[in-house]
């Protein structure tokens, strides 16, 4: 019974090395995908070079979708010291990140979460380079709506007004219906910091009223069309915070509620 378990279990060994060796992964925008022993990026060349068991192969940045590599030893590590408030402590690893895993998903998920540290830390200058380097290299899988409004709001915050309105436009004349809802709010965004109160409150209500069904934006334009109401001194204001409380209670702009 022993000698029969032998071969079986090294049967078993071998195929989960195989599957370790392959954890890899590489996607195309024709649909297809293969696994790895490794990918890398060359930016010289502007091609993705991929190691498989057999051969090695090279691919052109336009033909890939995504890839999927295993997650950096560092990057759990510098999210806890993110989400603790330690951001000088973060960013230098996530820009190691950065450097490591050039176009290879994971540096702009450092990107993005570098982006997010500057700007709390209100170096909006430093936050603006780093969304600048995101999205300039991102392929349009990893351009989520929520990452496209934080690169809005660093422009804003650093008021490159020309630059963020093209964005917006942009945006909402062809992209997908959760970033034009972003873009709406925004540019609500942009009225409100040049004191435009009731342009801003028609940006907000569109939100609310032609996107109601992208709900990741609903919060927030719901929260700030309040805003707006309560400067005007419309009662009205009441409503929206009351829709707010009620239908996203855990949201952070629920929490903001006076």
């Known amino acids: ?32 995908s293969k696994p790895a022993q490794s990918i890398r990026f060359e930016a010289t060349t502007g091609q993705y070079v991929v190691d498989t068991d057999k051969i090695t192969m090279s691919f052109d940045k336009a033909k890939v979708a995504r890839v999927e590599v295993a997650k950096p030893a560092s990057y759990d590590k510098a999210v806890q010291l993110f989400n603790s408030g330690n951001f000088n402590e973060a960013i230098p690893l996530f820009q190691s990140i950065v450097s490591g895993y050039l176009m290879l998903g994971w540096d702009n998920k450092a990107r ?20 600048n ?9 990893e351009i989520t709506p929520a990452t496209l409004k934080r690169y809005q709001d660093a422009l804003l915050a650093t008021g490159e007004y020309d630059k963020l309105k093209k964005m917006i436009d942009d945006t909402i ?14 540019r609500g965004d942009i009225s409100k910091k040049q004191g435009k109160t009731f342009d801003a409150l028609m940006d907000y209500l569109r939100t609310v009223i032609l996107f109601k069904n992208v709900e990741e934006a609903q919060p927030e334009a719901l929260y700030k069309a309040a ?3 309560e400067e005007l001194r419309d009662p009205r204001a009441d409503i929206f915070k009351k829709k707010l409380a009620q239908d996203y209670p855990q949201s952070t702009w629920a929490a903001q509620l006076k």
């Open 133 to 141: 380097a995101l999205f300039a290299a991102a392929l349009p899988s």
């Open 227 to 229: 805003q707006c109401l």
């Open 112 to 131: 993005d979460y570098m982006g997010q540290a500057y700007m709390k830390k209100k170096d909006y200058k430093n936050a603006v380079t780093v969304y």
């Open 1 to 32: 019974m022993k000698k029969q378990l032998i071969p079986i279990m090294s049967f078993a060994v071998c195929i989960l090395l195989t599957a370790q060796a392959n954890a890899d992964k590489i996607f195309f925008t024709d649909g297809t």
């Open 173 to 186: 004349a062809t992209g997908s219906r959760d970033n034009a809802a972003m873009a709406q709010i925004t």
